[in-house]
């Protein structure tokens, strides 16, 4: 398998996920008797949800092609530790329609927010043990990456788990929270001069 | 980053929008009492709203590629704008479907039409943004552009927010003006010898 | 605006817009009085459907690549009228659910197969349109084309068009005829040996 | 047509049948009496048969790429089969989501399981077909492949019916055997060293 076809499907599985993100957004039959201003008001969590799926997706679309970029072969594990990826990229839709759809319930809201940041945490852990995979195979890495970049790429997705781990346990006491941590690594990620891509 | 992934990921999230956007065309179910040509002509806000918007959306993904094509390198300012821009562009599917269903209602028609044309100006200012980023570094922009030519393109780009401000401050005056400036935006740029292409 | 990039932009449309058929395909929440089998074969309009428009799909695909490989260079009015045809072919989801939802109604089946018959004509129409457009223009063809097979494909398209125009005014009659005769198109083109590709 | 154009329109179509899935796992709108675990619980079908689907989609597309790298042409006998095979690719979503749906109904569940087999079993014959097209065919197969290399991939692809076969024929016994032996089939391509890729 080339790498380059790899690189297409991928892109093309993540541009499709981030794109049907939208299709959460409730659009409104009718205005309701507070007006569609209220209406739209009242489904923030949708818009919100939207930006930071959508945030993070881009992000790990970022980081997806810094990964392979270090790559001179791909072989099965490689492949199928990114189809395990893609699978939890394509869940994205549902868990972010479930954490807009729950979040100010009173039932299931901290579920929901458990199964946001899981989604984001288990995606990340595929990425992980990916890089992981990749990083202890000699015949699979750019030669030219020395043992001191392998390191420091290790450890930064090491600790890349944090975050998703920490928001997730944080949906136990409040799923606002979960969302803020969640967005909050979207724009870390996102802004300028944080990735080494 | 490579420039063809930018460019593969971003057309594969603009080709997608575009696509999605017939899935907020409702098709009737079964004919009312009127006719099925009845039914389908009622529902023409939501033909014409996916004809302004598709039009848009290429224009924007031309816009797009010959912004790129000026490019030798991809850093990551470039990627976080190009990622706020796929944002925006995301919505659309969201804002036309909105557009179309109250274009016609007594309530709502106004707000929807701004957002209508917000989501083209949102999304035209950020691909502003985006030039004038890559216009002010030397070492991302072709060197080949010479000053003059950075000006013009400064200026156009610059010249081209000024109609969807209008359209959407239309908003306040009739939904119908705001839909029908957008159209004509559209097929201003989609029509031959209009865009330095 | 480089030609492979219009064919991947393209290709990314035609590719959704295919995928996106299935969707019109009713899936029963449970079973009624007469069991599944039943009900899914009461839906057989819907398959027969998705497979006729898959195949046009797929057969325009084909079409589309044999047309942008004959240019060399890919100028506005190239990119205007291919995004005029990609707008149609976008409109083929909702043209293929209107048609499967009234086939066999006593109210608007009529009027269904001619719309669901005259997209694919506005399709082909549009597509003789660039066609004829690129023959014309001796800076945009590859000049080892000569004359003779210039006015060959022009034939070719042009006779192209006659089977959706009879097949949209048989909608008159029947839109069984209508079904007929445009999955009899696909079969035809989809069929080896009949297109030289 | 070129290989490449047709690996990227298949790999276009193959995304996003794959990330259309998502689609089918229902969001809940508000958590029932039992609460919000309870009713994900209950939709386990859903998560089940997106796992399921995912990994044979995944694989197919491995396979699929390992098919076209052997050839150094395609002929439009090797495009009208391809074509098949992405329409029954491009039926998985709704194979998928009647599969969750029927999965514990006492009307419907048996003839639900056997149509999800059964369009694996469809992809599969196809798939066969386009092979045993392809190694019949001298100018189209790259000429280093050997005939014992051309038996090993015809057998192979002959003997990957069989599992689909007897998927589909446990049907008749119980929906869950189907299922389960779909998702044995998927892990046990997916897994590294099970595949000559």
């Known amino acids: ?37 209220h209406d739209l008001g009242h489904n923030w969590p949708h818009f919100v949800a939207y930006a930071v799926s959508f945030l993070t997706i881009g992000v790990i679309w970022i980081n997806h092609h810094a990964a392979l970029r270090r790559l001179i072969v791909v072989d099965h594990g490689v492949l199928a530790l990114n189809l395990l990826l893609l699978l939890f990229i394509g869940l994205l839709p549902f868990s972010t329609a479930l954490m807009a759809n729950f979040l100010r319930r009173h039932s299931g809201a901290h579920l929901a927010a458990a199964i946001y940041a899981g989604s984001f945490l288990a995606m990340s852990i595929t990425f992980f043990a990916m890089q992981r995979y990749v990083l202890s195979r000699p015949g699979i890495l750019d030669p030219t990456i020395d043992e001191a970049s392998r390191r420091v790429i290790a450890r930064r997705n090491a600790v890349g788990l944090i975050p998703y781990a920490v928001a997730t346990a944080a949906a136990a006491l409040s799923p606002y929270v979960t969302l803020a941590i969640c967005g909050a690594i979207a724009l870390y990620y996102a802004l300028p001069q944080t990735t080494a891509t």
């Open 1 to 37: 398998m080339s790498k380059s076809r790899v690189e297409a499907f991928s892109d093309g599985v993540i541009a499709i996920a981030i794109t049907l993100l939208v299709l959460d957004i409730p659009v409104p039959e009718r205005a309701g008797p507070h007006g569609l201003a």
